[in-house]
């Protein structure tokens, strides 16, 4: 599985951005992720969906702010961020792995519990 990140930019606070994660290869089996790392700061999970994004999972730093959604017949993930603030400023990431989501083991909400990463796109959000 190859994963490509893309829709990064500058916005100003309060402003929307949308992120894309395309996927090259089978990728229906896989639960997808986005991360975040801000300047100086270890990568943070921010949400995740299954496949078809039917169900999915957010970090209470953005919940009711973003959303991720799916798109299965195009091989896409989305992650939709409104009302933007300076702390989400980061790298953002896509990833892919195979533990189910909200696994008691907090595997979807970590790094380790994916195997696959796309490079980042970066937002930078301005006061």
């Known amino acids: 599985v190859q994963l490509q990140a893309s829709g990064g930019g500058s916005v100003q606070t309060g402003g929307s951005l949308r992120l894309s994660c395309s996927a090259a290869?089978?990728?229906?089996?896989?639960?997808v992720g986005w991360f975040r790392q801000p300047p100086g700061k270890e990568r943070m999970f921010v949400a995740a969906t299954t496949r078809s994004g039917g169900n999915a999972d957010y970090a209470d730093s953005v919940k009711g702010r973003f959303t991720i959604s799916g798109d299965n017949t195009e091989n896409m993930v989305y992650l939709q961020m409104n009302s933007l603030r300076p702390e989400d400023t980061a790298v953002y990431y896509c990833?892919?792995?195979?533990?189910?989501?909200?696994?008691?083991?907090?595997?979807?909400?970590?790094?380790?519990?994916?195997?696959?990463w796309g490079q980042g796109t970066q937002v930078t959000v301005s006061s």
């Open positions: 990833a892919a792995g195979l533990n189910g989501l909200n696994n008691p083991s907090g595997a979807s909400r970590a790094s380790w519990g994916y195997s696959y």
């Open positions: 290869g089978t990728f229906s089996r896989y639960i």
